[in-house]
Nanobody, 123 residues
Framework: QVHLVESGGGLVQPGRSLRLSCVAS????????MSWYRQPPGKERELVAS???????NYADSVKGRFTISRDNAENTIHLQMNMLKPEDTAVYFC?????????????????WGQGTQVTVSS
Protein backbone atom coordinates (compact mmCIF):
# COMPACT_ATOMS: atom_id res chain seq x y z
CA GLN A 1 0.00 0.00 0.00
CA VAL A 2 0.93 3.64 -0.43
CA HIS A 3 0.71 6.16 2.37
CA LEU A 4 1.10 9.92 2.31
CA VAL A 5 1.81 11.67 5.58
CA GLU A 6 1.83 15.43 5.94
CA SER A 7 3.41 17.32 8.81
CA GLY A 8 4.31 20.86 9.84
CA GLY A 9 0.94 22.53 10.21
CA GLY A 10 -0.06 24.67 13.15
CA LEU A 11 -1.19 28.06 14.40
CA VAL A 12 0.88 31.03 13.32
CA GLN A 13 0.53 34.80 13.35
CA PRO A 14 0.09 36.77 10.11
CA GLY A 15 3.41 37.50 8.43
CA ARG A 16 5.14 34.47 9.90
CA SER A 17 6.28 31.29 8.18
CA LEU A 18 5.57 27.56 8.23
CA ARG A 19 7.13 24.63 6.40
CA LEU A 20 5.00 21.64 5.47
CA SER A 21 6.37 18.25 4.51
CA CYS A 22 4.82 15.23 2.84
CA VAL A 23 6.35 11.78 2.59
CA ALA A 24 5.13 9.02 0.29
CA SER A 25 5.92 5.63 1.75
CA UNK A 26 4.99 1.97 1.47
CA UNK A 27 5.30 -0.10 -1.68
CA UNK A 28 6.10 2.86 -3.92
CA UNK A 29 8.05 1.98 -7.06
CA UNK A 30 8.11 5.43 -8.65
CA UNK A 31 6.41 8.72 -7.91
CA UNK A 32 5.45 10.74 -10.98
CA UNK A 33 3.92 13.88 -9.48
CA MET A 34 3.48 15.36 -6.02
CA SER A 35 1.40 18.44 -5.30
CA TRP A 36 -0.03 20.54 -2.50
CA TYR A 37 -3.70 21.43 -2.26
CA ARG A 38 -5.68 23.22 0.42
CA GLN A 39 -9.29 23.44 1.49
CA PRO A 40 -10.31 26.61 3.33
CA PRO A 41 -13.29 26.42 5.70
CA GLY A 42 -16.51 26.12 3.73
CA LYS A 43 -14.76 26.16 0.37
CA GLU A 44 -13.66 23.73 -2.32
CA ARG A 45 -10.24 22.12 -2.38
CA GLU A 46 -7.81 24.09 -4.55
CA LEU A 47 -4.36 23.55 -6.01
CA VAL A 48 -1.65 25.47 -4.19
CA ALA A 49 1.59 24.30 -5.79
CA SER A 50 2.83 21.47 -7.95
CA UNK A 51 5.61 20.24 -10.17
CA UNK A 52 4.79 20.06 -13.85
CA UNK A 53 5.66 17.09 -16.03
CA UNK A 54 8.76 18.97 -17.21
CA UNK A 55 9.91 19.51 -13.65
CA UNK A 56 8.93 23.17 -13.47
CA UNK A 57 6.80 24.55 -10.66
CA ASN A 58 3.26 25.85 -10.78
CA TYR A 59 1.61 28.05 -8.13
CA ALA A 60 -1.82 29.44 -7.44
CA ASP A 61 -1.86 33.18 -8.06
CA SER A 62 -2.74 33.82 -4.43
CA VAL A 63 0.53 32.29 -3.17
CA LYS A 64 3.03 33.31 -5.86
CA GLY A 65 6.06 34.97 -4.37
CA ARG A 66 5.24 33.72 -0.88
CA PHE A 67 5.18 29.91 -1.12
CA THR A 68 7.89 27.64 -2.48
CA ILE A 69 7.50 23.96 -3.31
CA SER A 70 10.57 21.74 -3.22
CA ARG A 71 11.21 18.01 -3.41
CA ASP A 72 13.62 15.28 -2.47
CA ASN A 73 13.15 12.62 -5.11
CA ALA A 74 15.31 10.09 -3.31
CA GLU A 75 13.03 10.27 -0.29
CA ASN A 76 9.72 10.70 -2.16
CA THR A 77 9.23 13.86 -0.16
CA ILE A 78 7.98 17.32 -0.96
CA HIS A 79 7.95 20.45 1.11
CA LEU A 80 5.98 23.67 1.05
CA GLN A 81 7.74 26.69 2.49
CA MET A 82 5.07 29.24 3.31
CA ASN A 83 6.25 32.77 4.04
CA MET A 84 4.35 35.98 4.76
CA LEU A 85 1.30 33.99 5.76
CA LYS A 86 -2.09 35.68 5.66
CA PRO A 87 -5.36 34.84 7.44
CA GLU A 88 -6.79 33.78 4.08
CA ASP A 89 -4.15 31.03 3.93
CA THR A 90 -6.02 29.29 6.75
CA ALA A 91 -7.00 25.85 5.47
CA VAL A 92 -6.39 22.15 5.70
CA TYR A 93 -3.42 21.43 3.47
CA PHE A 94 -3.33 18.15 1.58
CA CYS A 95 -0.58 16.37 -0.26
CA UNK A 96 -1.36 14.43 -3.43
CA UNK A 97 0.89 11.97 -5.22
CA UNK A 98 0.56 9.70 -8.22
CA UNK A 99 2.88 7.11 -9.63
CA UNK A 100 3.43 3.38 -9.69
CA UNK A 101 3.45 1.02 -6.72
CA UNK A 102 3.28 -2.64 -5.86
CA UNK A 103 -0.36 -3.13 -4.93
CA UNK A 104 -1.30 -6.69 -4.01
CA UNK A 105 2.01 -7.79 -5.51
CA UNK A 106 1.36 -6.18 -8.89
CA UNK A 107 2.79 -2.96 -10.27
CA UNK A 108 -0.14 -0.58 -10.61
CA UNK A 109 -0.79 3.10 -10.98
CA UNK A 110 -1.76 4.92 -7.82
CA UNK A 111 -3.19 8.31 -6.92
CA UNK A 112 -3.29 9.06 -3.20
CA TRP A 113 -4.17 11.86 -0.81
CA GLY A 114 -2.72 12.46 2.60
CA GLN A 115 -4.90 12.99 5.66
CA GLY A 116 -4.28 16.73 5.68
CA THR A 117 -2.63 19.11 8.11
CA GLN A 118 -4.32 22.18 9.57
CA VAL A 119 -2.77 25.60 9.02
CA THR A 120 -4.33 28.47 10.93
CA VAL A 121 -3.13 32.04 10.47
CA SER A 122 -4.48 34.31 13.14
CA SER A 123 -3.36 37.00 15.52
Amino acid sequence: QVHLVESGGGLVQPGRSLRLSCVASGTVYKVHHMSWYRQPPGKERELVASFTTGGNTNYADSVKGRFTISRDNAENTIHLQMNMLKPEDTAVYFCNADGVAYLYGILQEFDRWGQGTQVTVSS
